[in-house]
């Protein structure tokens, strides 16, 4: 089976886009920057394999290079946030950046989600315990050069921290963080090199979600040194514009896109000969189907279409090995170009076979040849046809040999019924189910869920009451995110059987994924009245219960989890956040305190007994935890929010409320830790205000 990953060596270069790799290079290297440039071509067409093979060419030139793949992030809160975050990463981890540098990008990371593009600079909910955590909206200030950093920091109350920037400081934000981002590019590249950031798959994010890149591109990293290729399908665009501004106007598509993308770049289609002679060559497939490529040409010119073809053609063949089935391979390339071509043709062609054991490819040839009394005669009996008659290609293709005129249709039909949408039973013509799910299960564990799909889906065609079957495409389904189907594939495997477990407690994943948490209760009680010693169902259904706010029944679920294995540290620290909603701190504290007896590394368990100790005042307590969990985790945005809040809370309320704090062992385990020289400095001079 051919794979659909992009080339990114010339050697796999089976497209043959060395030609278009040196044209879009130079063009890259020789622009005036900033430029933006867009990589035009329609679904399947080799986009991301011409933008990999340019990447690949420009870092031999020792280019410096970001790829960005706007659809994997399309769920993300701000794509614009996704895309500076990556950029900003690319140079933090670049071997050849300095220190320097690399702190420079770092402190602008901390400062990319609060631009006034996201909320705040760390995402809730990566942990059960970050809806308790104060999060601090002027952390970057204590990070950057700003001469107003720890003064304003200290004015600030927690209950303030959540607080919206008014849109005056977002636009002031903004301005520097372009400045900043500027002079960042410019010693990243030097003042001969560039920056040149690919993104990918932007026709493939929603419109609003599309617009957003390309907005930012415009917004905030418009700065000199740089080159954006933006490789989409420009109709897709085009239409997310006209359904963004309620136009219909192409004009006003073409004129947005100028402004935002100074060079379209086009790739050709490729031509039939190119097909014939190099592109099908080429491919690692069978040699006798090579042979055939006269035939497959005419399937078009998309390159993704040409090899879902040939893996259907192989599919089948391997079908009919299995089976018994005699075909001749020319016909079944053929009948499968047809297919993929003229889908409504053989659409019909299947249903007549179907319900008349007609065989329309005779038919139509029956008409050709027919006078003109005979002709009126055959449409009369196949309606049908008038809708096919007068499209020329199709008749021509039908006419090339081999003809498909006398053949014995019907051991290609059932082939092509069990690759396609067509239902077909095991009783009908046998199979070997098995195979399929195997080969669905190793895909899956390969990770290529949407092969994993299409084995599971050919088991259930065969085997309807295939129970397995249903709940392994529902896994697959799960992990590419298309919770709806998955959860109809578990819902399938319940009615198979009642006792289902596994697709009860996933059920309830699923519902849990797009917060729906009462439906996820129901399903992972389902689970638990099949298997009542299911702990992993009773985690789950405490995290349900938490975000319903049922923090008792939270509570009831980590104590029996607690009775079945003392050891899982997990229910512990769960029950222990439910506790610190409740007030209950000293219960928290204690479950939090065992959670680190088990786990001694567990930052959040830190953090969140920290936060009880606060809520009790025992400041003393909470700064130990607190700087214990940054030295566990130096880069964990979380733990240095909550220090910095409470060293803070402690200046400011020092004198009101008598705090005395014991500095000198806090300050000995900052220095022990992974933190900046830099950040351990400022923590230093704000717990010297205690000396």
């Known amino acids: 089976m051919l794979t659909d990953n992009e080339v990114k060596l010339q050697s796999e270069d089976s497209l043959r886009y060395k030609t278009l790799c040196d044209t879009l290079s130079g063009i890259v290297l020789n622009s005036q920057t900033p430029i933006t440039i867009g990589v035009f071509g329609e679904w399947g067409s080799g986009k991301t394999s011409l933008m990999r093979l340019t990447e690949n060419d420009l870092k031999l030139k020792n280019i410096k290079t970001v790829w960005f793949n706007a659809w994997k992030f399309d769920k993300a809160q701000d794509l614009r946030v996704a895309l500076i975050h990556s950029i900003l990463k690319e140079i933090e981890n670049d071997k050849t950046a300095t220190k320097k540098l690399k702190d420079k990008a770092v402190g602008l990371l901390k400062r990319v989600n609060w631009l006034g593009l996201g909320r705040t600079a760390v995402t809730v909910g990566a942990s059960l ?19 107003k950093g720890s003064e304003n920091l200290a004015k600030i109350l927690p209950e303030e921290l959540l607080k919206e920037q008014t849109e005056g400081k977002t636009l002031e934000l903004i301005g520097e963080f372009e400045d900043e981002f500027k002079k960042l590019t410019l010693e990243y590249t030097g003042n001969d090199s560039r920056l040149v950031v690919f993104i990918d798959d932007l026709d493939r994010c929603l419109p609003e979600k599309a617009l ?69 060559p080429s491919l690692q497939i069978a040699e006798e189907i090579k042979e055939y490529a006269f035939i497959i040409a005419d399937a078009g010119n998309n390159p993704r279409t040409v090899k879902r073809l040939l893996n259907n ?43 008349k054991n007609d065989n329309l490819l005779k038919i139509m040839d029956e008409y050709e040849h027919a006078d003109e009394a005979k002709q009126a005669e055959i449409l009369s009996n196949h309606p049908v046809l008038k809708k096919h008659i007068q499209d020329y290609e199709l008749t021509d293709f039908l006419n090339k040999e081999p003809s498909l005129d006398n053949i014995e249709i019907a051991p290609y039909i059932h082939l092509q019924k069990t690759t396609t949408a067509g239902s077909v039973s095991a009783d009908e013509f046998g199979g070997d189910v098995d195979k399929y799910f195997q080969l669905g299960f190793t895909n899956y564990e390969n990770k290529d869920f949407i092969k994993a799909i299409d084995y599971y889906t050919r088991c259930i065609t065969l085997n309807p009451n295939y129970k397995q079957a249903y709940f392994n495409r529902g896994l697959a389904c799960n992990a590419l995110k298309q919770y709806k189907r998955a959860i109809n594939d578990f819902i399938k495997a319940i009615e198979i059987d009642k006792e289902y477990t596994y697709a009860y407690y996933n059920l309830g994943n699923c519902y849990t994924n797009i917060n729906e948490f009462e439906n996820a209760v129901k399903y992972y009680t389902k689970a638990l009245e099949v298997d009542p010693e299911y702990i992993d169902a009773y985690y789950q259904r405490a995290l349900a219960h938490f975000d319903l706010k049922n923090f008792e029944n939270a509570i009831k ?125 400022k923590y230093t001079e704000l717990l010297n205000n205690f000396k």
């Open 129 to 147: 315990a970050t809806p308790y955590l104060a999060i601090l909206p002027l952390l970057s200030q204590v990070f950057s050069d700003s001469k």
């Open 557 to 681: 679920d980590n104590s029996k989890i607690i009775e079945l294995d003392p050891g899982y540290f997990l229910a512990y620290y769960s029950r222990a956040i439910n506790y610190l909603d409740l007030k209950d701190y000293d219960q928290a504290i204690a479950d939090n305190t065992k959670a680190i007896e088990l786990k001694p590394d567990y930052t959040d368990a830190y953090i969140n007994r920290g936060l009880s100790h606060n809520n009790k005042k025992n400041y003393q307590d909470a700064l130990t935890d607190y700087i214990t969990a940054v030295n566990i985790s130096p880069e964990y945005d979380l733990a240095n929010n909550n220090l910095l809040s409470l060293i803070n809370y402690c200046i400011h309320n020092k004198d009101a409320e008598n705090i005395k704090l014991n500095v000198e062992s806090a300050i000995k385990i900052l220095k022990r830790s992974g933190l900046s020289e830099d950040v351990k400095k």
């Open 212 to 280: 957003d890149i390309l907005e930012s591109i415009k917004l905030f990293l418009n700065v000199p040194q740089t080159v954006f290729v933006i490789g989409t399908d420009v109709k897709v665009i085009e239409n997310g514009l006209k359904q963004k501004y309620d136009e219909k106007s192409d004009e006003l598509a073409k004129n947005y896109l100028d402004k935002i993308i100074q060079v379209p770049f086009r790739i050709p289609p490729l031509s039939k000969k190119d097909i014939i002679d190099h592109f099908i």
């Open 313 to 355: 053609i192989e599919l089948q063949k391997i079908l009919s090995k299995t089976r018994d089935i005699v075909i001749e391979d020319i016909i079944l390339v053929k009948l499968n170009v047809l297919e993929f071509r003229w889908k409504e043709f053989h659409s019909d062609m299947m249903e007549i076979y179907s319900g």
